[in-house]
């Protein structure tokens, strides 16, 4: 309650549902609103955005652009917020007198630090890339960000 306030807390909970329906309109609206023809087989894993986008007769240029900016928007800002969040963790960690403390919570920080790097690793690769460049690392990739992490 003294670090935030609840009309705080509930405004970034709403901005983040609102945000969160709004791209989960806009990726489908842009992934399923073209005309499919050819082929229904999907080359991967499971039915993510591009690979579906492949199977679109028209021109998909303006829904790569408006997923790509809205991808581009979505992890910077939450990469953003959890680095400010890893900066305050380590000045308060390096504050800590014992050094066995420290130890403790750098262990514990160390595998939640790794698991966000796989899955923004990842998914950078997956969705800040190119159309052109998609190719057979896009499910390994996909791998790690839905199995592994």
Sequence with gaps: VTIISSRVCWQLVASSYLFTI???????????GGSFCGPNRIDHFFCDIFPVLKLVCSDTHTSEMVIFAFVTVN???????????????????????????????????????????????????????????????????????TIVT
Excluded: E, N
Aim: proline fraction near 1%; include cysteine.
């Design 22 to 32: 709004l791209s989960a309109i806009t990726y489908t609206w842009c992934t399923f």
């Design 75 to 145: 992890k910077v800002s939450t990469s953003v917020v959890i680095l400010l969040s890893y900066i305050s963790i380590l000045r308060t960690v390096l504050r800590m007198c014992s050094a066995q403390s420290r130890a403790r919570a750098f262990q514990t920080c160390s595998s939640h630090l790794t698991a966000v790097a796989l899955f923004y690793g990842a998914t950078f690769f997956m969705y800040l890339q190119p159309s052109s460049s998609h190719r057979s690392l896009d499910k390994v990739a996909s791998i790690f960000y």
